[in-house]
């Protein structure tokens, strides 16, 4: 199972970035989706939650200006990130809980995509 997130870049502080991670290869069903980040010098810390039936949860820094959604049928994750500001400059991950198979679980990690916030 692969996670493959692109969609980072360099914006402007209130700007807007839309981040995409889809997984691929030998997956029966997708569980709980998230979004991660770790700025320099910092620790890895969660943005956003999404489980297998939308369920969400955020982090209270990014709270009524992210939001993350998901495609089932693409088991893609999405995080669309509004009124950016330079506190959000960091490298973003996915994250997902894969099933395999019946009895099969795993828990995966896309490479990371970089978002940069200038003033």
């Known amino acids: 199972v692969q996670l493959q997130a692109s969609g980072g870049g360099l914006v402007q502080a209130g700007g807007s970035l839309r981040l995409s991670c889809a997984a691929s290869?030998?997956?029966?069903?997708?569980?709980?989706m998230a979004w991660y980040r770790q700025a320099p010098g910092k620790l890895r810390e969660l943005v956003a939650t999404?489980?297998?039936?939308?369920?969400?949860n955020y982090a209270d820094s990014v709270k009524g200006r992210f939001t993350i959604s998901r495609d089932n049928a693409r088991n893609t994750v999405y995080l669309q990130m509004n009124s950016l500001n330079t506190d959000d400059t960091a490298v973003y991950y996915c994250?997902?809980?894969?099933?395999?198979?019946?009895?099969?679980?795993?828990?995966?990690w896309g490479q990371g995509t970089q978002v940069t916030v200038s003033s």
């Open positions: 994250y997902a809980r894969v099933q395999r198979t019946v009895q099969r679980f795993g828990d995966f």
């Open positions: 290869g030998s997956i029966f069903r997708v569980h709980d």
């Open positions: 999404i489980t297998g039936g939308s369920s969400t």
